[in-house]
């Protein structure tokens, strides 16, 4: 039993998806100082949001 409801899963989903594409559009280079709050920003709300579940046996 999942102490995280499933209607936050999608939200984490979502969130983790923003999170890599900022970081692939960014590819190959530093972050500013601004986009490193922004990812910090990004990164805080996806662990407020509840763990994702994996697929394909990843944990």
Do not use: C, D
Request: glycine share 6%; proline share 5%; no cysteine.
């Amino acid at each position: 039993m999942s102490l995280v409801p499933i209607r936050q899963q999608p939200r984490a989903e979502e969130i983790n998806r923003a999170i890599r594409a900022f970081l692939t559009a960014r590819r190959g280079r530093a972050l500013t100082t601004t986009e490193r709050r922004e990812y910090e920003q990004m990164r805080a709300e996806w662990l407020a949001a509840g763990p994702l579940r994996w697929r394909g046996g990843r944990r």
